[in-house]
């Protein structure tokens, strides 16, 4: 069964027929999902749907996008959220630069707080990272991420990063980018990358692989990035899903359940 490591079905594109969908997902092959927050109330959302439905979880966080919501009382929503059983990872979080605003001290400064909450909750880490590798690495470095672990999310960086990222212990989340035409630095850094620090993601709604992209992602599409991952490590389908899901599994701590 694979497993999606990173979607947002909370997602208001999803209201027309979420039900339905996510109730397809057993028998299309779809074993688990980590829904994860970018606001505190994406956040609470997430764990709700985690209630709900015994095959997702929830990452609760404040992507760097959202973090002028941030301050030490929303702060303690997130540690509270993590105290639920249902979440599993502290996410997504990180340095996006792409956009001018927030500006990068901002986003620097609730990175590491949240970095801290991940500590004290023995959490694993969703980051979060665009336009932006020479900060994020500098903080992973200088914040010991490598005592957290986690994932770093649709990975966008060269093979070097990528090379970094998984000497410090993380995994590289790989989605529908594999699948585009023009993702040849991406096929590198899932050709060099072991297979044992590869997972698969959505991030649906966004993202959506080829022959859909542009459409709006689920994880029903996640096959066409296993046949792209399979045909860049030489391996079946079947052996990328097994060991992908057991990755998944052992990152967000799910392997007794
Ligand atoms: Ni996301």
């Known amino acids: 069964m694979i497993f999606d490591t990173h979607a947002h079905y909370d997602d208001e594109q999803f209201d027309t ?8 997902f057993i028998s299309a092959g779809i074993g688990n999902v980590v829904n994860v927050g970018a606001s505190i109330d994406t956040s609470e959302k997430a764990l709700e749907l985690a209630h709900r439905y015994d095959f997702i979880y929830a990452a609760a966080g404040v992507h760097p996008s959202e973090v002028t919501e941030l301050n030490e009382d929303s702060i303690r929503q997130i540690e ?10 502290v996410g997504e979080i990180g ?4 956009w001018p605003e927030p500006e990068p001290d901002l986003q620097k400064k609730w990175f590491i707080r949240q970095l801290d909450i991940a500590r004290e909750k023995k959490l694993p880490v969703i980051i979060h990272s665009r336009d932006a590798a020479a900060d994020t690495m500098n903080i992973m470095k200088s ?4 005592e957290i672990g986690g994932v770093v999310h649709c990975f966008s960086y060269s ?3 990528a090379a970094e990222c998984v000497k410090m212990g993380f995994y590289i989340g790989i989605g ?6 023009n993702a040849r630095k991406m096929r590198e850094v899932v050709d060099q990358t072991p297979i044992e620090k590869l997972l698969l993601e959505t991030d649906c709604p966004y993202l959506a692989p080829e022959p859909y992209r542009g459409k709006r992602n689920s994880s029903l599409y996640l096959p066409y990035v296993v046949k792209a991952m399979a045909d860049i490590k030489g391996i079946s389908e079947d052996e990328v899903i097994r060991i992908t899901t057991d990755n998944a599994q052992r990152m967000y701590g799910l392997s007794e359940h």
């Open 17 to 24: 027929d979420r039900e339905a969908l996510l109730a397809s």
């Open 80 to 89: 509270t959220m993590c105290d639920d059983d249902r979440c599993v990872a």
């Open 95 to 98: 340095l996006d630069y792409h």
């Open 143 to 146: 914040e010991h991420a490598e």
């Open 159 to 161: 093979k070097e990063i």
């Open 176 to 181: 529908g980018v594999l699948t585009f035409k």
